[in-house]
């Protein structure tokens, strides 16, 4: 089956630093790819959809200056979130996309301190 | 907006018992209804998947049943057993793996020996 890498695992960051996470398809190509954002005990909010060569598009209530999204290849994107604070602390998961589903990335654990 | 309500959001069953878990949709164009299975700190794995154009769908002890008009869908796992433990996603999308796919708010299953 399809597969989604994601790195790094987990972070743990000082407040006030970017952090860049990346999300790869490592056996197919995907031109949509999606980012989700997993606090303790709830479900799996959509944060932007990522689209190859072209702007991502944000959900509402999501800061695109703060969450910057980079599509630059068929095989990878990447979120960077800019001047963390431990409000950002969270498990973030990217998948990507195929005809028929979507295939999720392992997370990523960001702790900011 | 778009929204889809899962029930219930704990269910505790005995091993071997049946386990229904079921999701109601909004958007009226929603035609993919994947699940998910989530384990504590990993991916969600994609279980099963129903599409519009039919009612059921069936893979060795788990089940998807779809009710369109009433934008209605259920998940039944037959002989359940502590693996079975973990949470459970439904989610729909206008279509296949290229549209979003919004997440009911999840069922944690816990099936006990």
């Known amino acids: 089956g399809a597969v989604v890498s994601q790195h790094p695992s987990w972070v743990i960051c000082k407040s006030g630093t970017s952090v860049k996470i990346e999300c790869r398809s490592l056996?197919?190509?995907?031109?949509?790819m999606f980012w989700y954002r997993q606090f303790p005990k709830q479900s799996l909010m959509l944060m932007a959809t990522?689209?190859?060569?072209?702007?991502?598009?944000?959900e509402q209530g999501v800061e695109k200056d703060k969450f910057l999204i980079n599509h630059a290849s068929l095989t990878l994107s990447t979120l960077t979130v800019t001047s963390a604070h431990p409000e950002d602390s969270s498990f973030y998961i990217c998948?990507?996309?195929?005809?028929?589903?979507?295939?999720f990335g392992p997370g990523t654990r960001l702790l900011v301190l | 907006g778009e929204n889809v309500e899962q029930h219930p959001s704990t269910l505790s069953v005995q091993e071997g018992d049946s386990a229904v878990i079921k999701c109601t949709y909004s958007?009226?164009?929603?035609?993919?209804f994947p699940w998910y299975k989530q384990e504590l700190g990993k991916r969600p794995q994609l279980i099963i998947d129903?599409?519009?154009?039919?009612g059921e769908k069936k893979d060795q002890r788990i089940a998807v049943t779809l009710n369109k008009t009433a934008k209605h869908f259920s998940l039944h796992i037959t002989e359940t057993q502590p693996e079975d433990s973990a949470v459970y996603f439904c989610?729909?999308?206008?279509?296949?793996?290229?549209?979003?796919?919004?997440f009911g708010a999840g069922t944690r299953l816990a099936v006990h020996p």
């Open positions: 056996d197919f190509q995907a031109t949509t």
């Open positions: 129903i599409r519009s154009n039919v």
């Open positions: 989610a729909a999308s206008r279509s296949g793996g290229y549209n979003k796919l919004i």
């Open positions: 958007d009226s164009a929603s035609n993919y």
């Open positions: 990522s689209n190859e060569g072209s702007k991502a598009t944000y």
């Open positions: 998948s990507a996309t195929s005809p028929e589903t979507q295939y």
